[in-house]
C-alpha cells in the first residue's frame, strides 16, 4: 500500500507563485520506480492532469499549464514538488498528487486527500 500526502496549498493573487509538496511512503523500491503527477479539479469539473514525472525524470505537461508550471522530483527523498507561476483565476481548484506504476495510466495510482489552491483576481 502506498500513502500519497500534499501540503502546500493556499491563496494567491493573479500573477503570484505557489509551491505545492507531495511525499509517496510505502516500499522505497516501488515508490522510486513510480511516475508521479499532479491533478487538478476546478469547481464543477472533473480531474485532469496537471503534469507528470516519470523514474527517467521526463516531464509532461498540460497545455493549460505549459511554460507556468514546473514539475520536479527531490532524488534524495522522493519528494514531489509543483511549483507554480504565473498563477491565473482559472488555475483555481483541488490539486491532487498521485503514484503509480506508469505514467500513461497514471490516473488509476495512488490518490492523495488534495490540498486546495484559490487564485484571485
Known amino acids: 500500500q502506498v500513502q500519497v500526502t500534499e501540503s502546500g496549498g493556499g491563496s494567491v493573487q493573479a500573477g503570484g507563485s505557489l509551491t505545492l509538496s507531495c511525499v509517496a511512503s510505502?516500499?522505497?523500491?516501488?515508490?522510486?520506480?513510480?511516475?508521479m503527477g499532479w491533478y487538478s479539479q476546478a469547481p464543477g469539473k472533473g480531474r485532469e492532469r496537471v503534469a507528470a514525472?516519470?523514474?527517467?525524470?521526463?516531464?509532461m505537461y498540460g497545455d493549460s499549464v505549459k511554460g507556468r508550471f514546473t514539475i520536479s522530483k527531490d532524488k534524495a527523498n522522493g519528494t514531489l514538488y509543483l511549483q507554480m507561476n504565473s498563477l491565473k483565476p482559472e488555475d483555481t481548484g483541488m490539486y491532487y498528487c498521485?503514484?503509480?506504476?506508469?505514467?500513461?495510466?497514471?490516473?488509476?495510482?495512488?490518490w492523495g486527500q488534495g490540498t486546495q489552491v484559490a487564485v484571485t483576481s
Open positions: 498521485v503514484a503509480g506504476p506508469y505514467c500513461d495510466d497514471l490516473r488509476r495510482g495512488y
Open positions: 514525472i516519470n523514474s527517467h525524470g521526463s516531464t
Open positions: 510505502g516500499s522505497a523500491h516501488s515508490t522510486s520506480t513510480y511516475c
